[in-house]
């Protein structure tokens, strides 16, 4: 029998949420029964899932990584999900020790989660808020403290977008956000697309993320390409040109081998904020 974990207040354990079929879908242990149904119901559709987010989280930190490379030292990781194998902070304090994260997340198991996780770290914190709503998140009291708005900053956004429809202006929320930050920040992102996947398969995981999780709007690589309007795109790997890729091949050292059925469910890319 599997041993659930806590209920924190505002939780209901019956209403699957995106970041625990996420979770459920990397093997985590932070997700309920219907959490773990509803991932099931996506990999009877699309079996190729699980490669899927694993593909996008190793995105994920691959561009974290990278941009701290770049000397930036603090992140806004939005839509960050539950705490997982590699969390931004410990990926990018590989290459900049005490670099400054912010989570940002809408469920509140995340907020419990992470706040668990980071304990007493004063470099790092968890806040729950709306995406959405990019004055609320950029004035909050506790990402005010952490985040020096005259450095650049860099703006993860991964798997998070294909849960906010065009009503929300998800081009508008991005622009703001790279408005809000200091030239030489960077932006990583990544979208869920149909591109040549099977019509069944699409329709089928739409639906399952659209009665559990409130919505599924994946996208093509025209409309995600709108997303960096303004910034400049980096080559995705080496001697590539700097274009969207799928979220396998970025970074990747074996192209060969980061190509796969999953990877080519999300579009990705990391770009700059010009001067
Ligand atoms: C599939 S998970 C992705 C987690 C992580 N970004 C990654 O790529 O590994 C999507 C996350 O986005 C969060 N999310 C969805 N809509 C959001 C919103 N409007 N504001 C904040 N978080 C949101 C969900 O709660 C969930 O944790």
């Not at 505002?10 to 219907?34: F, M, W």
């Not at 990019?134 to 650049?152: C, K």
């Not at 992102?189 to 040549?196: G, I, P, R, V």
Request: aromatic fraction near 8%; proline fraction near 8%.
């Amino acid at each position: 029998m599997t041993s659930e974990p806590d209920v924190p207040p505002g939780v209901d354990p019956a209403q699957p949420s995106a970041a625990r079929i996420y979770d459920a879908l990397l093997g985590g242990t932070s997700n309920y029964e219907a959490d773990r149904a509803a991932a099931e119901r996506v990999k009877a559709h699309a079996p190729e899932m699980v490669d899927s987010a694993w593909a996008n989280r190793g995105f994920h930190q691959r561009a974290a990584r990278w941009i701290a490379s770049q000397g930036v030292r603090q992140f806004i990781d939005l839509g960050s999900g539950l705490p997982t194998v590699g969390n931004t902070h410990e990926v990018v304090r590989q290459v900049i020790p005490g670099a400054w994260v912010v989570y940002v997340d809408s469920d509140p198991l995340v907020l419990a989660y992470g706040r668990q996780l980071l304990g007493q770290d004063p470099a790092a914190a968890v806040i729950l808020a709306d995406a959405r709503q990019p004055d609320e998140v950029l004035g909050n009291a506790q990402l005010r403290s952490l985040i020096d708005f005259t450095q650049p900053v860099g703006v993860l956004i991964t798997a998070v977008l294909h849960f906010i429809s065009d009503d929300s202006d998800p081009q508008g929320m991005i622009a703001a956000y790279m408005r809000a930050v200091a030239p030489g920040s960077y932006l990583a992102l990544s979208q869920a697309t149909a591109d040549q996947k099977p019509p069944q398969a699409v329709q089928g995981v739409t639906e399952v993320y659209t009665s559990a999780a409130g919505g599924g709007y994946p996208r093509s690589k025209e409309e995600v390409r709108k997303f960096f309007e303004g910034l400049e795109i980096v080559p995705p790997y080496d001697g590539a040109e700097p274009d969207l890729t799928w979220v396998g091949l970025w970074g990747a050292d074996d192209l060969e081998m980061a190509d796969s059925e999953g990877s080519r469910w999300l579009y990705c890319a990391v770009a700059k904020r010009p001067a």
